[in-house]
T-cell receptor
Framework: ETGVTQSPTHLIKTRGQQVTLRCSSQ?????VSWYQQALGQGPQFIFQ???????GRGNFPPRFSGLQFPNYSSELNVNALELDDSALYLC?????????????FGSGTQLFVL | GQQLNQSPQSMFIQEGEDVSMNCTSSSIFNTWLWYKQDPGEGPVLLIALYKAGELTSNGRLTAQFGITRKDSFLNISASIPSDVGIYFC??????????????FGKGTLLTVNP
């Protein structure tokens, strides 16, 4: 059974650029959630994808967008990068969207915006 | 939105000591989960709690879901050096339509002196 994998592990961008982060969900999981973790903080929910559609969204602007593919893998896209977007971006997969479902996290992508 | 207040922010203990940390909320949560995060890694699920009053153990770890559904605690007995890391409480709030979103506390940094 493979776990959640994310790529790349690290990324450096400049303000105004666009970035795409990728996530492969754990085997057997059909739901992917994305979280942003700023330094010294807990993860903050960005959005969740189920059956290739956005299933819920946190308090993030529209320049944060995502996709989910038929194999349940997912992408997080951020346009017009700002300095405050520097953070660890975590992907988590689960076997469904229910409140009781356990989330399993990848190791994250560390994004630096200069 | 819902916030989780996690305490203490940090702990410095000697190997062999017991540790206790807790999490409180101003609103009701349907589930409580405890995660541990090591540097450069994503959070790893330690214990999941689904019912008010539930007490669950995982090895040297014990966690409880508070009766009021607004709090939870995690105890670690006989700490060892590999317990070092950041411990996060998290939960699914009892708000209509938000059961997909996991809310995290700010974490407790645990340091164990050998």
């Amino acid at each position: 059974e493979t776990g959640v994998t994310q790529s790349p592990t690290h990324l450096i961008k400049t303000r105004g650029q666009q970035v795409t982060l990728r996530c492969s969900s754990q085997s057997g999981h059909n739901t992917v959630s994305w979280y942003q973790q700023a330094l010294g903080q807990g993860p903050q929910f960005i959005f969740q994808y189920y059956r290739e559609e956005e299933n819920g969204r946190g308090n993030f602007p529209p320049r944060f967008s995502g996709l989910q593919f038929p194999n349940y893998s997912s992408e997080l896209n951020v346009n017009a990068l700002e300095l405050d977007d520097s953070a660890l971006y975590l992907c988590a997969s689960s076997s469904s969207t229910g409140a009781g479902e356990k989330l399993f996290f990848g190791s994250g992508t560390q994004l630096f915006v200069l | 939105g819902q916030q989780l207040n996690q305490s203490p922010q940090s702990m410095f203990i000697q190997e062999g000591e017991d540790v206790s940390m807790n999490c409180t909320s101003s609103s009701i949560f349907n589930t409580w989960l405890w995660y541990k995060q090591d540097p450069g890694e994503g959070p790893v699920l330690l214990i999941a709690l689904y019912k008010a009053g539930e007490l669950t153990s995982n090895g040297r770890l014990t966690a409880q879901f508070g009766i009021t559904r607004k709090d939870s605690f995690l105890n670690i007995s006989a700490s060892i050096p590999s317990d070092v890391g950041i411990y996060f409480c998290a939960g699914h709030p009892n708000s209509g339509g938000s059961n997909y979103k996991l809310t995290f506390g700010k974490g407790t940094l645990l340091t164990v002196n050998p």
